[in-house]
């Protein structure tokens, strides 16, 4: 494995700490007194999700992460497995623990990218945005306009997001995966 030293850094590299793999996310130079600097990252672990901030002095060195993306297609849950399909119509099994809160975004035929490190899927990776079916939603009460003109839904996967009054039981929407939220009536 590669070896990247402190000023090759990059936002997007791939590292290992302690064993794990990061992706660093962003990178801030600081300097301290008398010519010293230090790097502020941003990284994320990418098998439990958990994002943390390092510093990084200049004798730093770091394992660069071999990460390799699969494409999978998601099929179904059950159980504690979720089970997609990879470009050789083999089955692959994740555990549903790994994928904590992107489980509300999948639905049967959903794109994703396997992240695999040291041979061994380590989490997935959801598109930006996903098509998903309102089939669940209050009627919409205009009124207080204090508030934001918004209500609560559940989708098809049983996920619930706030979406605009306007939305109704079986529209379909488009909903950003990072943030949550609605982005608009497709």
Not at 36 to 48: G, P
Not at 105 to 116: D, N
């Amino acid at each position: 494995m590669a070896k990247l030293k402190y000023q090759q850094l990059q936002k997007g590299d791939y590292i290992v700490l302690d064993n794990y793999p990061y992706q660093i996310l962003d990178l801030k130079l600081m300097f301290k007194g008398r010519g010293h600097s230090v790097l502020q990252a941003k990284i994320k672990n990418l098998e439990t999700s958990a994002i943390v901030e390092k510093t990084f002095h200049p004798s730093d060195e770091f394992e660069e992460a071999e990460i390799e993306k699969i494409d999978l297609t998601f099929l179904f849950a059950k159980k504690d497995k979720a089970i997609f399909l990879d470009p050789t119509k083999r089955r692959v099994e994740i555990p549903l623990e790994k994928l904590e809160d992107r489980l509300g975004f999948l639905k049967k035929g959903t794109e994703v990218k396997a992240l695999k490190f040291k041979e061994k899927i380590i989490n997935i990776e959801l598109p930006i945005k996903v098509v998903l079916k309102v089939v669940s939603a209050p009627p919409g009460v205009k009124g207080d306009s204090a508030q934001s003109a918004t209500k609560a839904v559940t989708l098809e996967t049983g996920l619930e997001i706030q979406v605009p009054l306007f939305v109704k039981e079986g529209d379909l929407i488009e909903v950003n995966t990072e943030t949550k939220e609605y982005i608009r009536r497709v």
